[in-house]
């Protein structure tokens, strides 16, 4: 038998359609960052939201996991994103947590306004505790995200994989995936910039 202490150096691994954000999001963020240089490729604009039942034991955003930490995502909050997106230096939008897969309320509004507003022009980002192949068979507010986006991060923070010499990762069993060509082909392809 398997005691709690050992159990809890996992994350918590969700079954398909267990965790939805209908039922989860309080629609909170936990911070919103303009202008960084750490949270994808070029400058980008990054939002974090609130709440993620991962529970990756080292989790660097652990106040993040609560549904209602932080303050709730508001219209003037979505056009001072739209607007800073717009500055010409801005490469694009990355969304991080908490977990952007559970909170698809706040997240796919700014994405199909990014969308609306300048197309293909500013690319998307999102980190995310799903594994690609977990997001194939969960709900279809986690895959109309994941349709919209242009770069993933997926898998959840492994503490025992850490290293802290890999690109845009925390841990070496994250892939850093080209979403419109791996939902193109039926297979990930991994984002070819990737430093090995």
């Avoid at 300048?118 to 980002?125: M, R, S, T, V």
Wanted: glycine share 8%.
């Amino acid at each position: 038998m398997v005691n709690d202490a050992a159990q809890r150096k996992r994350p918590r691994d969700p079954n398909p359609k267990t965790w939805l954000a209908e039922r989860l999001s309080r629609c909170y963020i936990a911070s919103y960052k303009p202008f960084n240089f750490v949270d994808g490729e070029g400058v980008r604009c990054s939002l974090y939201v609130s709440g993620c039942p991962f529970d990756c034991p080292g989790c660097y955003n652990k106040a993040a996991q609560n549904f209602r930490y932080g303050q709730p995502y508001t219209k003037e909050l979505e056009d001072q994103i739209i607007a800073d997106i717009g500055q010409s230096y801005v490469q694009g939008l990355t969304l991080l947590g908490g977990e952007p897969f559970l909170n698809t309320g706040v997240c796919l509004s700014l994405v199909n306004r990014i969308r609306s507003e300048y197309g293909q022009a500013k690319d998307i980002w999102s980190w995310s505790g799903y594994t690609w192949e977990e997001l194939q068979h969960d709900s279809e507010d986690k895959r109309e995200l994941l349709s919209k986006i242009d770069i993933l991060v997926d898998g959840r923070f492994d503490l025992a994989k850490k290293d802290l010499t890999l690109q845009f990762r925390g841990s070496s069993n994250q892939r850093i995936i080209d979403v419109q060509p791996s939902l193109k082909s039926g297979q990930v392809v991994i984002w070819d910039r990737l430093v090995k």
